[in-house]
């Protein structure tokens, strides 16, 4: 009996070897990766002496050979105390996940990380993925150090800092006049006729094992506490099912006591089909056709895993809410002035939906509450663009300053 099992399958159960396939060849749902817990052999007392990044739970991975690892050093990023923004939101422990300063800052180095390495080990000599926006460097960067070739499809919106910075890391990249789910279905097309798995379609059964990484650290920084809440940013659900699969990996482990944690999802209000089928109380996603967000990764009309998202909302006793462009950029400035985080919008819904929340009274001022912070504010400057502040300009006496400035 190895450690890794099988892949599931999330609808009809199926188990199959955990190969390159990514839907049940019975049903056409999805795959998830399960393990053999017993066959799992970390001492979390014995965690301080392994690297300070993901890879310290390596045995969690859906990964056999520790030699074939790719690592820029994603994760173990900073669980930040909020002090000063849990007064202004009015609860008493508030903590952020700040991923913005992962290798390529953002999240999306954890999944990439797992997802470049699976392809090194089945053999690949390229990966691709369909992204919007933030996929794309941390798949890039991932490749470049395997020495694997990269290639990209995005939708032909996103921001120039992330298309730019994708492109340095050497990959190359194709934009569809479209939006991500035009692209996404242009992915999956290409993914049958070219030989490079394409992490997010056919290796996504692995690629999303990455992100059960930020419940697991988040378990270990609160000195293996677990959070009451915990609110992420949504666009396909990957992330917010991934981080449910963490805690629920640690309690199966008896690392954390059995206790529920609420996940609930945050969306921008131009793009949140989960969070309007989370309101209707239906159980299926309305896809939106034309998502229209200044938060452009979380712009995903059609959500992959979108139905698997409510269900964890509902069966973690969670919420779905939406926040504003405007609300979004409020909470981009509320972070940074209050705890010198620096957030792009898709990180910052987070926040601005917390404030609801609260507000709303779904969330109540004794929780300890942890916001998934998930990418940097250089990522999206075009967002907030608009809050370029007016200079004082002066000469070089500084008299002229002091008559300024007193
Ligand atoms: C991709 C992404 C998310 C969430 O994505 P899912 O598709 O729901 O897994 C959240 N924040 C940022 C910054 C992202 O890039
Ligand atoms: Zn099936």
């Known amino acids: 009996m190895t450690r890794i099992k099988a892949l599931k399958c999330r609808e009809?159960?199926?188990?199959?070897?955990?190969?390159?396939?990514?839907?049940?060849q019975e049903c056409f749902a999805p795959l998830e990766v399960i393990y053999n817990y017993d066959k799992i052999e970390i001492n979390p007392k014995e965690?301080?002496?392994?690297?300070?990044n993901l890879w310290r739970y390596f045995e969690l991975f859906p990964i056999n050979d520790e030699k074939k690892i790719v690592d820029l050093g994603a994760g173990f990023t900073n669980l930040h105390k909020c002090d000063e923004l849990s007064?202004?939101?009015g609860?008493?422990?508030l903590y952020v996940k700040n991923d913005t300063t992962n290798p390529t800052y953002s999240f999306k180095?954890?999944?990439?990380?797992?997802?470049?390495?699976?392809?090194?080990?089945?053999?690949?000599?390229g990966v691709g993925c369909v992204s919007t926006g933030n996929l794309a460097a941390a798949t890039a960067a991932h490749a470049a150090k395997a020495g694997l070739k990269c290639g990209i499809f995005i939708p032909n919106n996103i921001e120039a800092n992330k298309i730019i910075q994708s492109s340095i890391y050497g990959a190359r990249l194709v934009s569809i006049n479209g939006t991500y789910d035009d692209a996404n279905r242009l992915a999956l097309q290409a993914s049958e006729i070219y030989d490079w798995p394409i992490v997010n379609v056919n290796l996504r059964p692995y690629y999303a094992e990455g992100s059960k990484s930020l419940a697991y650290e988040t378990c270990e920084q609160l000195d293996w506490d677990v959070p009451d809440h915990v609110v992420v940013p949504t666009a396909s659900g990957a992330l917010l099912c991934a981080i449910d699969r963490g805690f629920n990996d640690f309690k199966k482990l008896d690392f954390i006591e059995n206790k529920n944690v609420k996940i609930s999802a945050a969306q921008p209000e131009g793009c949140s089909p989960i969070v309007q089928s989370y309101k209707a109380g239906r159980n299926e996603i309305t896809p939106v056709e034309y998502p229209d967000t200044v938060a452009k990764s979380l712009a995903i009309g059609d959500p992959g895993d979108g139905i698997y998202a409510l269900k964890t909302i509902d069966e973690t006793k969670g919420f779905a809410e939406s926040a504003t462009d405007a609300e979004i950029i409020d909470a981009i400035k509320l972070l940074a002035k209050t705890e010198g985080i620096f957030s792009e919008p898709a990180g910052s819904v987070t926040i601005a939906v917390l404030k609801k929340m609260?507000?709303?009274?779904?969330?109540?001022?004794?929780?300890?509450?942890?916001?998934?912070?998930?990418g940097s504010g250089f990522k999206s400057i075009e967002a907030i663009k608009g809050l370029t502040p007016e200079l004082i300009q002066i000469d070089r006496e500084i008299e002229t300053l002091t008559s300024i400035i007193s």
């Open 109 to 125: 180095d954890r999944p990439a990380s797992i997802a470049v390495t699976k392809a090194l080990e089945f053999g690949s000599d």
């Open 91 to 93: 609860i008493k422990d």
């Open 12 to 24: 009809c159960g199926k188990e199959y070897p955990a190969k390159k396939i990514y839907y049940c």
């Open 358 to 374: 609260v507000e709303q009274g779904d969330i109540s001022p004794d929780e300890k509450v942890v916001c998934y912070v998930t």
């Open 47 to 52: 965690l301080n002496n392994r690297p300070k």
């Open 87 to 89: 007064k202004k939101i």
